[in-house]
């Protein structure tokens, strides 16, 4: 036999495995109550928001010639000039697959083509990657990719709605990870301000305005009085969506790592049983070539 | 009493769908009442208290923060931030919020920070006076 490792060392191998497979375990079992808790919270939100974005659709469609900060004008809709903001989701941790790679990346490549670009980040991952990499950040959110709630993203949008009131940014973009399916996922980048004309404009067959509204006290208060919600309704969502994306990635990285951990776990059983059983051929050998040597000393 | 349909959908929640007699909403021109057979209109919805009446009911109220109404059709609907019953809201966190925000209001802090602590006053009020008017009915 050429096995170096003795009985010992695969067994100190053996239980180190196994301890870290707990801890995988331990971590799946966490991500998938986290996810369906999330995926409920999603449910709950899904209605709010499509009729919001419904209805910014259809007042924008009734009054197409309204002339609002948060349009692009009408007859111009090339990109503004001048700073850009960006909130980045991502998570606190890793150990979450190609999760944050994918996020940071999609910011980069933002940063790349625009780099006047002011980062709002979500997430202690994404705040350390940034901080190291001594790219400037404008304000990050700490501990609210773990519990997205409605009042933190109303405070998120707050801040970014009024930069943009104010003019200090001129357009806002964001950056999160969408789930299209249970099993895939794709981090976006979307423009959320200024909204492009077109946007809006729906596919046909959608239920038209017959009757004209009357807005109250005028259309720009409405739109106005809504745009700060869809802002906030929207990063709400983009929370929740990529927590839910995080969860799920982590279930896939830790599922596979418990995958491994079998393997390996199967792989060490079968070497230490191999070199227990060559050791004691070995002992038995031994005994009876010396119990042999014994007796022919005796004859 | 003739009804209509309303859908009050918070963000976090669908809140109320069904039948109901009549609603008043709290808009930046003032209350706003509306029966069936409401004209079609869309007004811009101020944080305040919310009443409905269902059917063979007394009537409702909660506390809602700012977003849109629409009516069409006989059917009205709700977009807000959030929407509370007067049993749901907590009066001693509100108490806490506007303690809170006032105190920040008084310390000379950024112009961000003194309007997010004057909304979340403003919410935290109007909650408290949902919840008390509750108590009194």
Do not use: W
């Amino acid at each position: 036999m050429t096995e170096v490792a003795g009985t010992k060392e695969i067994k100190t191998r053996i239980q180190s495995v196994q301890e870290t497979k707990k801890i995988t375990n331990a971590m799946y079992l966490i991500a998938s109550t986290k996810l369906r808790r999330a995926r409920l919270e999603l449910e709950h939100t899904r209605p709010y928001f499509k009729a919001l974005r419904h209805e910014i659709k259809r007042i924008f469609r009734t009054a197409n010639d309204v002339d609002s900060r948060y349009f692009y004008p009408i007859d111009n809709d090339t990109p503004r000039e001048g700073t850009y903001g960006c909130l980045v989701i991502t998570a606190d941790k890793g150990l979450a697959g190609s999760y944050n790679q994918n996020a940071i990346r999609r910011a980069q490549e933002l940063l790349e083509r625009h780099p006047d670009t002011k980062l709002f980040v979500v997430g202690e991952y994404g705040r350390r990657f940034f901080t190291q990499r001594n790219i400037p950040i404008e304000r990050s959110f700490l501990y609210t990719a773990q519990n997205p709630t409605m009042a933190r993203a109303r405070e998120i949008g707050a801040q970014l709605v009024d930069g943009f009131d104010r003019g200090e940014l001129k357009e806002i973009f964001i950056i999160y990870t969408d789930m299209a399916s249970a099993m895939s996922f794709e981090a976006r980048s979307v423009r959320l301000l200024p909204f492009h004309r077109t946007y809006f404009d729906t596919p046909a067959g959608e239920q038209a305005v017959t009757e004209p509204f009357e807005f109250f006290p005028s259309v720009r208060a409405v739109l106005d009085n809504m745009i700060p919600s869809y802002v906030s309704g929207y990063i709400y969502s983009a929370l929740i969506d990529s927590f839910c994306c995080e969860q799920n990635a982590r279930m896939t990285a830790m599922d596979s790592a418990n995958q491994n951990a079998e393997e390996l776990l199967g792989e060490l059983s079968l070497k230490y049983n191999r070199v227990r059983q060559s050791a004691i051929t070995q002992e038995i050998t031994e005994v009876s070539a010396g119990a042999r040597a014994q007796r022919q000393r005796k004859e | 009493m003739e009804t209509f349909q309303v859908h009050i959908l918070a963000a976090d929640k669908t809140f109320y769908e069904g039948p109901c007699v009549s609603m008043t909403v709290p808009t930046s021109d003032g209350e706003l009442g509306i029966l069936a057979r409401h004209s079609s209109m869309i007004a811009a919805v101020q944080p305040g208290t919310l009443r409905y009446q269902v059917p063979g009911e007394e009537p409702r109220r909660a506390a809602i923060s700012p977003g849109m109404v629409k009516v069409e059709h006989n059917d009205v609907l709700v977009l807000v931030d959030s929407v509370e019953r007067p049993e749901e809201i907590d009066a001693v966190r509100a108490q806490r919020e506007i303690d809170e925000s006032r105190e920040v209001l008084l310390q000379k802090r950024s112009r961000q920070e003194h309007q997010i602590a004057q909304a979340t006053m403003a919410r935290a009020l109007n909650r408290l006076r949902v919840k008390n008017m509750g108590i009194g009915r």
